[in-house]
C-alpha cells in the first residue's frame, strides 16, 4: 500500500524529534510545552527545503505532506516562498500536482484554496500558470465526462477564480457554463470576479455565460449580478454604489 504524503510528513517530523500527542505537539526545542499545528508549521515547514537528503521534486511533496498533517495555511505560503526565492522555481510538475491532488480529493480543501485565491490567482506574474495547471489546461478532458475527482477540482477552482484575469479563465468558464455540476461554482466564480478587490470580469461576455445558467430565480444575488454587469460595471470597488442600487431594484 501506497504511503500517504501525510504519514511521510509524520516520520520526517518524528525524525527530528516532533511528535503528536492527544493534546498537542512536542518540539525538541521547547521540551514541556505543547505546541500547535500552527507553530509547528511555522517552525518546520521552511526546513523541509533545506534536507539535503530529498531532490527539490522530493521537498515539495515533503511540503505537501506537511499540508496534509498540519492543514495550515503557513505551508502554502513558505511552498509559494520556495518557488519565488533564491534556489526557485520549483520543478512545475511537483508543485502543481501537488495542487491538483489535494484539489480532487474528498475531503477538506479550504486551506488550499484559499492559497490558490490569494498567493496564485490574485498575483498578476502567477496567475495565468496557476489557472491553466490546476484547471484550464484541463477543462475539456471534464466537460468529455470527468471523474468525479476533476469535476471536484474544476468546481473548487472556478468558486476561487474571482481574481483571474478574464481573458485567461474565459474559455474554462464558457466550457464549464455546459455542465449542471459546475453551475453553482461557476456562478460563484462570476459572483467573487465582479466584488473581489482584484476580481476581473468583461460585463457583456460575463453577462452571456450567466444567462446560460439556469438557476433558480431567487438564488441570492443573480438578479443584482445580472442588474450590474448588464449596466456595463466590471467591479464592485471601480463602481461602489452600483451594487446598493441593484440590490434595492431587485428586491423592491
Not at 499540508?67 to 502543481?96: K, S
Not at 479563465?169 to 455540476?181: E, H, I, N, S
Amino acid at each position: 500500500m501506497e504511503t500517504q504524503p501525510s504519514e511521510e510528513a509524520r516520520r520526517w517530523l518524528a525524525g527530528e524529534g516532533v511528535v503528536e500527542t492527544a493534546d498537542g505537539w512536542i518540539d525538541p526545542g521547547e521540551p514541556g510545552q505543547l505546541r500547535t499545528a500552527n507553530e509547528i508549521a511555522h517552525s518546520w515547514a521552511e526546513v523541509v527545503f533545506t534536507d539535503e537528503s530529498l531532490d527539490a521534486a522530493g521537498q515539495v511533496r515533503l511540503a505537501f505532506g506537511l499540508l496534509d498533517l498540519l492543514d495550515d495555511y503557513w505551508v502554502t505560503c513558505v511552498i509559494g516562498f520556495a518557488d519565488r526565492g533564491a534556489d526557485g522555481p520549483l520543478p512545475a510538475g511537483a508543485l502543481w500536482d501537488g495542487y491538483r491532488r489535494r484539489l480532487e480529493a474528498d475531503r477538506d480543501a479550504k486551506t488550499v484554496t484559499y492559497s490558490l485565491w490569494a498567493d496564485w490567482f490574485e498575483d498578476r506574474d502567477t496567475t495565468a500558470t496557476a489557472f491553466a495547471e490546476v484547471l484550464g489546461n484541463d477543462i475539456d478532458r471534464v466537460a468529455a465526462g470527468g471523474s468525479e475527482a476533476l469535476l471536484r477540482r474544476a468546481s473548487r477552482v472556478l468558486a476561487c477564480s474571482g481574481p483571474v484575469p478574464w481573458p485567461v479563465k474565459q474559455r474554462a468558464y464558457g466550457t464549464a457554463a455546459r455542465l449542471p455540476a459546475l453551475h453553482r461554482p461557476l456562478f460563484k466564480g462570476l459572483l467573487a470576479g465582479y466584488h473581489d478587490a482584484y476580481g476581473d470580469l468583461e460585463p457583456k461576455a460575463a453577462l452571456a455565460i450567466l444567462a446560460r445558467l439556469p438557476l433558480p430565480a431567487d438564488t441570492p444575488d443573480l438578479a443584482a449580478l445580472r442588474s450590474v454587469l448588464t449596466a456595463g460595471h466590471s467591479n464592485h470597488y471601480r463602481s461602489p454604489h452600483a451594487w446598493d442600487d441593484a440590490l434595492r431594484t431587485s428586491t423592491g
